[in-house]
């Protein structure tokens, strides 16, 4: 049997508009594969400045007497999602550069970022696909501007108490 690892090319991101899901909770293969209400913008990211994690949980560290030291609850989930987005040297254009900046670029919109691994952006998704689901409220955007290097935009998403981590996706 031959080791076959997968390459950065089979990653998807997408920014769906809460709305698109019946149920954010059970999201269906319709509903991810709405354009009108869902938008890949993978292709429009820069892959050093975009993160989409799940860190340390939140605990309470409250114990009682009868507690042993060093108890500690897990309260909340902890997701990190970072989007940096490459931008068009024209405003004006109809590509994927000017509508990530749209999405990314004003504060106070409520999305829910996706993730899948394991397939090439350009592919529908499909039942059985594993994806990552994290409600998020965007913030200001913020220029990236470097020396000799592309201008982008990064947004530092606002997590929005929802986390629906490694979900398997029903018809």
């Known amino acids: ?3 076959t690892r997968l390459y950065r090319e089979n990653v998807t991101f997408l920014l769906a508009h809460p709305e698109a899901f019946a149920d954010r909770a059970a999201p269906t293969v319709a509903e991810l594969n709405n354009t009108n209400l869902v938008f890949n913008i993978t292709c429009a990211l820069n892959e050093d400045g975009t993160e ?3 860190g340390d949980s939140d605990t309470d560290d409250s114990i009682t007497f009868c507690d042993k030291a060093g108890v500690s609850t897990p309260t909340f989930f902890n997701p990190s999602v970072v989007f940096e987005a490459f931008r068009d040297e024209s405003v004006s254009a109809t590509g994927v550069f000017n509508k990530a900046f749209d999405l990314i670029a004003f504060p106070d919109i409520e999305y ?3 993730l899948r691994v394991g397939k090439r952006s ?3 998704f499909a039942v059985n696909d594993r994806i990552k689901m994290v409600g998020v409220k965007t913030d200001f955007g913020t ?3 470097g020396n000799g290097e592309n201008i982008r935009i990064t947004q530092t998403f606002l997590n929005n108490d ?3 981590w490694n979900y398997q996706v029903a018809a």
């Open 143 to 145: 220029d990236v501007v």
């Open 122 to 124: 350009d592919v529908a």
């Open 52 to 54: 989409f994690t799940l």
């Open 112 to 114: 829910i970022a996706v």
């Open 1 to 3: 049997m031959a080791l």
């Open 162 to 164: 929802f986390v629906n």
